[in-house]
């Protein structure tokens, strides 16, 4: 295992895109001005990588994580990662989209898009901000202009791509020193290369929870 800078290549490799897709998240969040003194932060799609690993920086700098998942049972996985609540997929079930509902969540971090990133922003606290990354729930984004006009709410576009070769440097330094999450061994496990079509099945089937490693080997 080869240490680069602070980080072992098997952390590196264990924090991928969705982790560093979440420190992008997290770094939006605080350079919003939004502190752990502010209130909760809602994390969407919470038991996938970008998710888990938003659960844990968040958890880690002492924020009151909120996570929302689709898979109940997995709470005390999301508690050990540091969710101080967990909650179901969000709208609730039978729940209705309002322009503005009450208003809970200082800020938000979204893989999920669609209704939930919808009901998300319509339950912001005043200058909250969003942090938006992925879509998989849907890429349409049911909401009106209320949350943005009324509440100040900030919806800020987080991509990992195209993000230039200097700040994503400055990402990875953060990963390997003071954002280095703090669960990497609970929230990865290993899978050799023959592993990864069943693997692949599962995580269409929804059936994942975190980051899985591919750990190449002579003959696999
Ligand atoms: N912008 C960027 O730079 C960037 C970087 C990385 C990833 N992404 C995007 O971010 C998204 C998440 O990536 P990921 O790596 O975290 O994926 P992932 O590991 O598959 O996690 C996605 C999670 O979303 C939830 N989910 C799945 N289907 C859903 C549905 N129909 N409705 C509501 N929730 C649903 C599930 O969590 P629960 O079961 O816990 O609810 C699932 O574990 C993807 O769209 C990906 O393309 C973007």
Redesign the pocket.
């Known amino acids: 295992m080869v240490k680069l800078d602070g980080l072992t290549t098997d952390q590196a490799a264990a924090v991928g ?2 982790g560093f ?1 979440a420190a992008m998240s997290v770094n939006a969040i605080r350079a919003h001005g939004i502190g752990p003194s502010d209130g909760p932060i809602l994390v ?8 888990s690993l938003s659960v844990d920086l968040l958890g880690k700098l002492g924020y009151e994580v909120v996570a ?4 109940p049972d997995i709470e005390p996985y999301l508690r050990d990662l540091g969710a101080s609540a967990v909650i179901g ?1 969000l709208p609730p079930e039978g729940g209705k989209i309002r322009p503005l509902d009450k208003a809970r969540w200082a800020a938000v971090v979204d ?2 898009g ?1 209704p ?1 990133l919808a009901y998300a922003l319509s339950t912001m606290k005043y200058g909250g901000i969003a942090a938006i ?5 849907s890429a349409e984004l049911p909401t009106t202009v209320h949350p943005f006009i009324l509440r100040g709410v900030t919806l800020a576009g ?4 195209q993000l230039p070769i200097d700040k994503r440097r400055e990402v990875w330094r953060q990963l390997a020193t003071e954002l280095t999450p703090a669960h990497l061994g609970l929230l990865t496990s290993n899978i050799s290369v023959l592993e990864v079509p069943d693997a692949l099945r599962k ?1 269409i089937g ?1 059936g ?1 929870t975190g980051r899985m490693r591919v750990v190449v080997k002579d003959g696999f």
């Not at 929302?68 to 898979?71: A, N, R």
Request: glycine share 28%.
């Open positions: 895109t969705a897709t969407t799609g919470a038991t996938g990588g970008v998710g929302s998942t689709g898979k997929r893989p999920v669609g939930t990354s992925g879509l998989a729930g987080i991509d990992s791509v995580i929804g994942v």
